[in-house]
Nanobody, 115 residues
């Protein structure tokens, strides 16, 4: 079993920055992928970025060049540095820890970007 906890959301003005953190605890297998998804009101949950245990990354086109995902393997923690935030980045951000074939979600953290 894996427990996932996010932190770091909040309210920020357009152009500002936030950093989200996600810590996974429990039975952590070495072959894994951790990442961030978001869901805005009335929209489907979408991938923001993910990072595999071998260092491969994948970003949504809408955040490339503005967001950076990183991880601290020793702490089983993944971070999402969000710069140049836009009002359209407003959403609940969810951390996902994927340990094939299992996948675990955090409770979500609200990010609100005001114009």
């Amino acid at each position: 079993q894996v427990h996932v906890v996010e932190s770091g959301g909040g309210l920020v003005q357009a152009g500002g920055s936030l950093r989200l953190s996600c810590a996974a605890s429990g039975t952590i297998r070495s072959n894994n992928r951790m990442g961030w998804y978001r869901q805005a009101p009335g929209k489907q949950r979408e991938l923001v970025a993910h990072l595999t245990s071998d260092g491969s990354t994948n970003y949504a086109e809408s955040v490339k060049g503005r967001f950076t995902i990183s991880r601290d393997n020793a702490k089983n923690t993944v971070y999402l540095q969000m710069n140049s935030l836009k009002p359209e980045d407003t959403a609940v951000y969810y951390c996902n820890a994927h340990f094939p074939p299992d996948s675990y979600w955090g409770q979500g953290t609200q990010v609100t970007v005001s114009s």
